[in-house]
């Protein structure tokens, strides 16, 4: 046994003193004749070094005064992102953009001091070297690679070029002997990418075309394996999901079989699903927030396909919901395993909910290190999301979650699941209407001797406007219980916010409220931008009032009303719709005007309110009405559309 995440130890001097002549079979006999040798048959990389990029003076400024190339004290998880060497690109680009040789001489100074000290630094990972394990070796191809080519033909000492050349050689001798078998997750996906492109930026390596047949093999194992068909990464995680989509990005300019992969094209789609009117992707399941548009680009041969009003992504565990304006990105998910520690957080059922192109719930998402000292307590804990918890339990791995089929029927989508994570079973139904005003329905259900909170969070803080009614900036949240068996409370955590104007995220309060009572039954109205809001309840049939606009909701219908009047209303695996609609069997129905859209599952006996001629799918037909009700028969399965029934107001 290894005692860690990767096989049992196999770094030996073919990784940490290597022979450059011998590796690229002996063709010259010094390593200056070496350098002129590789840089006349170097490649391209995928992606040559961009441009230098904003603040790279800022970043590159600490090479000048030194940096302690061990990394020491930097804690347990970031000590290994620290031996990825990105710190040090800058060096290279400040060269680039200045022609100072100073930072140049910064930057070989500081590898040759990194090269010369690195077998002394280790980590806290029980069975995991700091140095040469998958992710070190991917990301350290990934920033040093492109820096090889600008770098072969500069001022950069041979001794140190050839350090350089032989850190990417030695990281590539060890990943090809770790990944000889299939293995889930982001760290064996990515280092084969890398694999595969220092094979093809170095050709002449004598281990080139042993190392890009090995990176193929894994990389389409991955593409099958883990990848789900929604096209989401295995891991469920937005920022992972970016960092695997990257890397194939880089393989699919080197192997064409990669970018020719539906898996591959699935993928960016899966970004576009999640991608919210402000442009950014929550940060779900440890991940950071995502911008990817500039991602989304580089894979501009994928087809850029209109995207429906509502989305389930299966596999994933992620259903959208939108409108004009707003959306709901609701997680009902399995925990997944990761080569160290999962990153799924402790959460299933939850929503965030966004529009106008700003967030308005939101939630903890990923930390600023896994380091942090909230990290299990908070940004992974159920109490940093929008759910309900029951006796301060956290979440149990195994969720058993159940998802009924999606609702839609244009005007409002319903998503309905349930859960046995907390030891009980527990419900939840979302409901959105789209036509505005819009707004979303959270209906939860639970029963047992238990302490149940329902978690709220949002970006400004809650303010109380009446019983069970809080605001938080232009989000108006009314819970339909009773105030005086309901504690209220409001807390304050942290969390990254997008900036739109800038594409970044900053971290800042993330504002909670807390409504607590013995029994697991809440429902809860999430009303944005709208004034004159009155929610009331009677029995299972709620009423939402926001100005001249009046709904009903019950747990299978929604009827809306404008100043006194009847706009529509639909009804889902219903026999009745009051005063407008009754059927033999259960049917889906939404009336609009003098139309009836229905879907039956089987022959199906129908009264619709009628006083005049009937069209069945646009044929007349002649059917009996009596009281004001035409009875006819929809005769098999499927979609229908009545016509001429009696309008309604």
């Keep these: ?58 970043a590159a400024a600490p090479l000048l005064e030194g940096v302690d190339v061990t990394g020491k004290g930097l804690g347990r998880s970031q000590l290994y992102g620290f031996h990825y ?37 280790i980590g806290e990972w029980p069975g995991l070297d700091v140095i040469w394990y998958s992710l070190g070796t991917w990301a350290r191809c990934r920033n040093l690679l492109p820096t090889l080519e600008v770098l072969t033909p500069s001022s950069l000492s041979d001794r140190a070029w050839g350090r350089l050349l032989a850190t990417l050689v030695g990281g590539a001798r060890w990943a090809y002997h770790e990944h000889d078998v299939f293995r889930h997750g982001n760290w064996q996906l990515v280092c084969a ?111 850029d396909k209109p995207l429906p009003l509502a989305t389930v992504l299966p596999e994933s ?20 395993e990761h080569e160290l520690e999962s990153h799924s957080h402790r959460a299933v059922l939850d929503l965030v909910l966004d529009g106008w192109g700003e967030p308005l719930l939101w939630e903890a998402g990923g930390p600023p290190s896994y380091d942090d000292p909230g990290y299990l307590t908070w940004y992974q804990s159920g109490r940093g999301h929008n759910t309900v918890l029951v006796d301060d339990r956290e979440l149990s791995t195994d969720r058993q979650v159940s998802v009924d089929p999606l609702i839609d029927n244009g005007r409002v989508a319903v ?76 807390t304050e955590g942290t969390a990254r916010r997008p900036v739109v104007e800038s594409q970044t995220a900053e971290y800042g309060p993330l504002y909670s409220l807390t409504l607590e009572r013995a029994s697991g039954d809440f429902t809860t109205v999430l009303v944005p931008h709208a004034d004159d809001v009155v929610v009331t309840r009677m029995d299972d049939c709620l009423r939402v009032t926001i100005g001249t606009t009046t709904d009903l909701l019950t747990p299978s219908t929604w009827t809306r009303s404008v100043n006194g009047k009847l706009s529509w209303a639909t009804g889902w695996r219903v026999r009745e719709l009051p005063s407008l609609v009754r059927a033999t ?20 006996g129908l009264w619709v309110r009628a006083s005049g001629e009937l069209r069945l799918n646009g044929i007349a037909i002649d059917a009996a009405i009596e009281d004001g009700w035409a009875h006819l028969t929809l005769p098999y399965a499927g979609a229908w559309t009545v016509d001429g029934g009696m309008a309604h107001g």
């Design 1 to 58: 046994m290894s005692g860690g995440p990767e096989k049992p130890r196999h770094i030996d001097e073919r990784i940490t003193q290597v022979d450059l002549l011998e590796a690229f079979g002996s063709p010259v006999d010094d390593l200056a004749e070496l350098r002129t040798f590789v840089g006349s048959r170097m490649q391209r990389p995928a992606w040559p070094l961009p441009d230098a990029p904003d603040g790279v003076m800022e």
């Design 85 to 121: 060497l990105g710190w040090l690109k800058p060096g290279v680009d400040a060269w680039l953009l200045t022609g100072d040789e100073n930072y140049l001489r910064a930057f070989e100074r500081h590898l040759d001091e990194w090269v010369e000290q690195r077998d002394s630094v």
């Design 193 to 303: 990418t890398e694999l595969l492109h220092i094979s093809a930026v170095l050709p002449s390596l004598v281990e080139s075309a042993a190392w890009a047949s090995r990176a193929r093999q894994r990389i389409q194992e991955h593409l099958m394996l883990d990848v789900y068909p929604d096209g989401g990464h295995y891991e469920r995680s937005p920022g992972y999901h970016g960092m695997v989509l990257s890397a194939l990005q880089t393989a699919a300019r080197i192997d064409s079989a990669v970018a020719a992969h539906p898996r591959f094209a699935a993928m960016h789609t899966w970004f576009r699903e999640l991608v919210s009117s402000g442009g950014w992707v929550p940060h779900l399941q440890d991940s950071g927030i995502v911008w990817p548009a500039a991602m989304l680009e580089r894979g501009a041969s994928v087809p």
């Design 317 to 336: 565990g992620y259903t959208i919901l939108r409108s004009d304006e707003l959306r709901a990105v609701i997680n009902h998910g399995p925990h997944i």
């Design 415 to 490: 998503f309905s699941g349930r859960h046995h994570g907390n030891g009980l079973e527990q419900a939840r139904t979302i409901a959105m209407v789209r036509e505005e005003p819009a707004y979303v329905v959270v209906t939860d259900r639970a029963s047992g001797p238990h302490t149940f909170r329902a978690m709220w969070h949002a970006l400004h803080p809650w303010q109380q406007v009446g019983p069970l009614a809080y605001a938080a900036g232009p989000l108006l949240l009314a819970e339909v219980g009773d105030p005086a068996r309901t504690i209220a409370s409001t």
């Design 585 to 604: 069997d259960d049917i889906d129905v939404t009336v609009e005007g003098t139309r009836y859209h229905l879907a039956c599952s089987g022959r199906c």
